[in-house]
């Protein structure tokens, strides 16, 4: 006859594994949110028939890797959104998720605090485009990934480095991409010169100039300059633009479009009905 189980027994180990296995689900739930379960109980626990409770596992912040790595792989989407947002998942479960088939899940790991040199290389390395971007615009990246996304064959992907790299060295190359998608977020990085804005407000590129207009960071002598300049969309965002003075204002009420002129005439608040030429 086998012996009752003692009192240690119970409400230890193997009551835990007995539980674990019980029909009701409420139960199990119970042994995936202990904290006494053992985490050998808790890897076994991963093939639990019940989403509920492999999201609890997924999200418990001590949960062990190998846990985590067999939910990573979870049918579930909201259990491998668990495990990527968990801040105990070790970086070899996240390069796992860099190829996951929801971009919910990928689009979360440029910011997990686990993911370092590894993960990113692992991201560079994806065929997901706005994964590589959203990386690139994490900021406070290392050289190697740097380097490896400003040859990123996506203009999107440079443009989000030129906005938010804090290498000075690194900015100015961008300056210079080929693409005017590029060279135009370098005018929205905080640490773009007074000499780089200038040299960006004089871009071949009416793109870039536009949004050089739109940095609130070009001194009055560009801001007049740009009043002439050849591009109508360049003038109206000057027209436009709040920060834009009086002084450069009055000279876009005269300009030969219509759509300027009347942009900067509305920021003056002149009543145009009673302009001279006017009927």
């Known amino acids: 006859m086998r012996p009752r189980p003692t009192a240690s027994e119970t409400s230890g180990g193997t009551d835990l594994a007995a539980r674990a296995r019980a029909r009701k689900v409420a139960v199990r739930l119970a042994v995936a949110a202990d904290p006494g379960t053992p985490p050998e109980l ?3 626990m991963a093939a639990d028939p019940s989403r509920t409770i492999r999201r609890a596992l997924a999200a418990r912040s001590d949960a062990p890797a190998g846990l985590l790595r067999a939910l990573a792989g979870d049918p579930d989407l909201k259990t491998r959104q668990a495990v990527a947002e968990n801040p105990a998942c070790p970086p070899a479960v996240l390069i796992v998720l860099v ?3 929801h971009w919910s899940v990928r689009w979360s790991l440029p910011d997990h605090p686990a ?3 590894e993960v990113r290389r692992a991201i560079c390395r994806s065929a997901d485009e706005v994964l590589r971007r959203l990386l690139a615009e994490s900021g406070g990246l290392d050289g190697e990934t740097n380097a490896t996304l400003a040859a990123d064959p996506s203009a999107d992907v440079r443009a989000g480095l030129a906005a938010h790299t804090g290498d000075p060295h690194l900015l100015a190359v961008l300056m210079t991409d ?3 998608k590029v060279r135009a977020r370098a005018t929205q990085n905080p640490r773009t010169t007074l000499d780089g804005y200038r040299i960006l407000a004089n871009d071949k590129s009416a793109l870039v100039r536009a949004a050089a207009v739109q940095s609130d960071r070009l001194p009055l002598d560009e801001l007049r300059r740009l009043a002439h300049d050849p591009s109508v969309n360049v003038r109206w965002w000057l027209a436009a633009w709040p920060s834009t ?12 479009h219509p759509e300027v002129a009347s942009q900067a005439q509305a920021r003056l608040g002149w009543n ?3 302009m001279p030429g006017r009927a």
């Open 115 to 117: 993911a370092d040199a």
């Open 178 to 180: 080929a693409d005017p």
């Open 245 to 256: 003075p009086q002084a450069v204002l009055r000279v876009l009420a005269e300009d030969p």
């Open 99 to 101: 190829d996951d088939p």
């Open 272 to 274: 145009t009905r009673s």
């Open 42 to 44: 808790l890897e076994a």
